[in-house]
């Protein structure tokens, strides 16, 4: 079955740097694209960021782009957010994401809290 395990979450101060990591298993990874999202409280679930299945093209939200950077090692089965001049608007909830024969496949989410 589908699984996907996020980590790498956690505290950061403004202005600093978290990579996140999403391990999946399941399917064929190298063949699908791969999503984060994010969901604040109280808000809903946005699209940060987009990788397609060799990586040769990636997009972003206008709000991450340039600050944010999605990657993925199909040898692994692993998909990254590298997420750098964090601010305290970033602080949510990340998920990892892959649409499999139709349907939405979320892992647990990992909390992403940005404070000083």
């Known amino acids: 079955q589908v699984q996907l395990v996020e980590s790498g979450g956690g505290l950061v101060q403004p202005g600093g740097s978290l990579r996140l990591s999403c391990a999946a298993s399941?399917?064929?990874?190298?063949?699908?694209?791969m999503r984060w999202y994010r969901q604040a409280p109280g808000k809903e679930r946005e699209l940060v960021a987009t990788?397609?299945?060799?990586?040769?093209?990636?997009s972003y939200a206008n709000s991450v782009k340039g600050r944010f950077t999605i990657s993925r090692d199909n040898a692994k089965n692993t998909v990254y957010l590298q997420m750098n001049s964090l601010k305290p608007e970033d602080t949510a909830v990340y998920y990892c994401?892959?649409?499999?024969?139709?349907?939405?496949?979320w892992g647990q989410g990992t909390q992403v809290t940005v404070s000083s």
């Open positions: 994401n892959v649409l499999w024969r139709d349907i939405n496949r």
């Open positions: 399941g399917f064929s990874f190298s063949s699908h694209v």
């Open positions: 990788i397609h299945s060799a990586g040769e093209i990636t």
